[in-house]
């Protein structure tokens, strides 16, 4: 009796350690699982569930992949155990990072890592520095790993993108838990970055903004046919009175430029509204209209006639 709760015991304290066949996700039968693909978590069969269950393993569940023939390892979590027996399914970043092809012999072993508090990450693409705000997008990306390694490449999508970023640096160890923990977060400059070229992109775009230049100049010359090109005329012979707020202003060189139709106004200002129409002076009828109001200052009248007096 001693003798099996010892053994009973032994078994319990044991560390899981399994060898299976690894597969990308796209084999995995059915449709594709692009859950996966956005995580660091991998698909295993039922049977590691089973044994599992019968060991001292504690949560959340991390694993140590290793590859035999290259020894190269990382850390990932379990999403499911839904893999054919013998078969485990990674995503396509971990699969490159562990140098493995399909149906390579992988080992399994589970882990016990400390809670990260800080992590340093590299993209490589110059298309990371696109994003607004990229500490956002990668701690809403990161919700789909359990825990990283460094020296992995990861992968993570936004807008339709994919963005590969090393992990340079964690602490407190090489491979840390990110689940439910307080992680700061640094970038450093991507793969390829100078600093002296973007500076002069910034410089060049600068100048040309600041340039003073005529907004017609600006818009190309029409060519072929124009419609409503020609003079106007009236009816009537007559010339036209009217004149247009543009010609009724004095040009100067602080005046503001003509409106010309079809191009648009540089010096707009927002909050403000500007009317473009003809002008024209006031009739005198508008201008006596226009005087203020005064109570009781018309004439007077009465109702009964003056009688003579003979």
């Not at 090393?166 to 700061?184: Q, R, S, W, Y």
């Not at 977060?185 to 100048?207: L, M, Q, W």
């Not at 201008?287 to 007077?300: D, L, R, V």
């Amino acid at each position: 009796m001693f003798q099996f709760g010892f053994n009973m015991f032994h078994e319990i304290t044991r560390p899981f350690s399994m060898t299976y066949r690894c597969y990308s996700v796209s084999m995995l039968p059915g449709n594709e699982r692009q859950d996966v693909e956005r995580g660091g978590k991998i698909i295993m069969p039922p049977s590691a569930l089973e044994q599992l269950t019968r060991l001292n393993i504690e949560y959340p569940m991390i694993f140590k992949l290793t590859n035999k023939k290259t020894k190269r390892i990382t850390h990932c979590g379990v999403l499911e155990f839904v893999a054919d027996e013998g078969k485990v399914y990674l995503p396509h970043w971990m699969m490159a990072n562990l140098v493995l092809e399909e149906g390579t012999l992988l080992q399994i072993e589970s882990v016990s890592l400390p809670v990260a508090t800080f992590s340093k990450f590299q993209p490589l693409s110059e298309d990371f520095l696109d994003i607004t705000n990229p500490k956002a997008v990668l701690e809403n990306c990161l919700r789909n790993f359990s825990c990283l390694t460094t020296g992995d490449v990861i992968a993570i999508k936004y807008n339709s993108k994919v963005y590969e970023l090393c992990v340079l640096e964690t602490k407190p160890g090489n491979a840390v838990i990110i689940i439910e923990c307080d992680m700061n977060v640094e970038f450093a400059p991507p793969v390829g970055y100078k600093e002296e070229d973007h500076i002069s992109r910034r410089g060049s775009n600068s100048d040309v903004t600041g340039m003073e230049e005529d907004p017609a100049t600006m818009m190309p010359e029409p060519s072929g046919f124009i419609a409503f090109r020609g003079e106007g005329n009236r009816l009537d012979g007559k010339k036209k009175k009217l004149i247009s707020e543009s010609d009724s202003e004095p040009q100067t060189s602080n005046s503001r430029q003509p409106y010309v139709r079809g191009i648009p106004d540089y010096d707009y200002k927002i909050g403000t509204l500007r009317f473009i129409r003809n002008s024209r002076p006031a009739s005198a009828k508008e201008e006596i209209q226009s005087e203020p109001f005064e109570a009781f200052k018309g004439e007077g009248f009465t109702l009964r006639t003056a009688k003579s007096k003979n």
